[in-house]
């Protein structure tokens, strides 16, 4: 009965796509449908009193580095969190928010972190609107020393496969994908930059605070069973690593 499960991620575990999903709901916060993965394992777990051993702690256009915000971890505000993760605080202010995450997460057992989709997909959407006009703002500012890039040698390596990574864009049909419905695409050339700079940005920052959510975590409650969702690996035969506490942990997925 004193067991107690806490979910943290984006909107893949508001329910987002599902049938009862009311989007912005509680500004995306504490959408507790049942037919949701965590839900269900919530269920199953604790039975009918599911609701009162549950927190689900989750919000659409979360980052890896936004959830670290949220944990209290030493890490720089950015452009983004200011625009689309302050408004919807849970708590209102930032401090009070951080003291609901750290204090639900020292009373759980088990805790699942499904997060990264808002690295990628929605960043890197968020910013090519910005860059080609679609949506009012300057572009976000993509600071890369922020997400582990500092030396000149590596940013050489990056603008490479920035030259590399736009044909690819085009080939794989994103220019389509990105573009919103009834806009004319006035300079494809830029647009396919915009989307190989955020989905490398989006990389490049998952890759960084990933490692540093886990650790952050277990440092709040290093007793608590880690449950990881939503990772996947697109390469056969190559083993994916993340460095926690200095050890190298496999993930075999």
């Given at each position: 009965e004193d067991s107690y499960y806490v979910s943290l991620g984006d909107s893949t575990i508001t329910g987002y796509g599902l049938k009862d999903y009311e989007d912005g709901q509680q500004n995306g916060w504490l959408q507790l449908i049942s037919t949701a993965a965590h839900s269900v394992l919530a269920q199953k777990?604790?039975?009918?009193?599911?609701?009162?051993?549950?927190?689900?702690?989750?919000?659409?256009?979360?980052r890896a580095d936004d959830l670290l915000i949220l944990l209290d971890g030493e890490i720089e505000l950015d452009d983004y969190y200011y625009a689309e993760i302050e408004p919807n605080?849970?708590?209102?202010?930032?401090?009070?928010t951080q003291k609901k995450y750290i204090d639900n997460i020292k009373r759980?057992?088990?805790?699942?972190?499904?997060?990264?989709?808002?690295?990628?997909?929605?960043?890197a959407g968020k910013y090519v609107n910005r860059v080609v006009g679609t949506t009012e703002g300057e572009p976000y500012a993509l600071d890369w020393a922020r997400v582990g890039v500092e030396d000149s040698e590596t940013m050489d390596e990056l603008n490479e496969a920035l030259d590399l990574l736009v044909p690819i864009v085009d080939a794989l049909g994103l220019l389509d994908q990105y573009l919103p419905a009834g806009v004319e695409m006035e300079n494809p050339a830029k647009f396919a930059r915009a989307i190989a700079e955020g989905l490398l940005y989006g990389?490049?920052?998952?890759?960084?605070?990933?490692?540093?959510?886990?650790?952050?975590?277990?440092?709040?409650?290093?007793?608590?069973q880690l449950l990881i969702l939503g990772m996947f690996n697109p390469v056969d035969d190559w083993t994916m690593a993340i460095t926690i506490d200095g050890e190298e942990v496999i993930l075999d997925i």
């Open positions: 777990l604790f039975g009918d009193n599911w609701k009162n051993q549950f927190t689900n702690f989750c919000q659409g256009s979360l605080l849970m708590e209102g202010t930032l401090e009070a759980a057992d088990l805790i699942s972190v499904a997060i990264g989709g808002g690295n990628f997909l929605t960043f990389y490049a920052s998952y890759n960084y605070y990933y490692p540093q959510v886990l650790a952050r975590i277990k440092e709040i409650n290093p007793d608590a």
